[in-house]
C-alpha cells in the first residue's frame, strides 16, 4: 500500500495562441498557460487488487469508469499486461 499526495494548482492565466492547422492536433488551439502550485493537496492510497475499485470521501467524485483514476490503471494494464488491478482510496481535500 502507498499513499501520496496529489497536489493542485491555481490557473492565473489561459490563452489561445493559435488553431493548429495541420498534424494529428488539427483543428485543436495551441494554449499559453501559467500556473502556480499552492499547498492543497488530495491523499491517492493505491493497493493492489483482484478488480478496480475506486473509493473516495465526496460522494460528487465518480468511482466507476468514468473516473481518471480509473482510466489510469485500465491503460497500465493494457500497456503492460498485468494480470491483477489497484483499488484507490482518494481523500479529498481539493473541492471538485
Not at 57 to 68: F, K, L
Request: proline share 4%.
Amino acid at each position: 500500500m502507498q499513499s501520496l499526495r496529489s497536489y493542485t494548482r491555481l490557473t492565473l492565466a489561459l490563452d489561445i495562441i493559435q488553431k493548429l492547422s495541420s498534424g494529428p492536433y488539427a483543428g485543436y488551439h495551441e494554449l499559453g498557460i501559467v500556473k502556480h502550485a499552492i499547498d492543497l493537496y488530495d491523499i491517492l492510497t493505491v493497493e493492489a487488487s483482484a478488480a478496480t475499485k475506486i473509493l473516495c470521501s465526496d460522494p460528487a467524485v465518480p468511482t466507476d469508469s468514468r473516473n481518471i483514476c480509473w482510466k489510469a490503471i485500465d491503460i497500465l494494464r493494457k500497456r503492460f499486461a498485468l494480470a491483477g488491478s489497484a483499488a484507490i482510496t482518494i481523500q479529498k481535500n481539493i473541492p471538485v
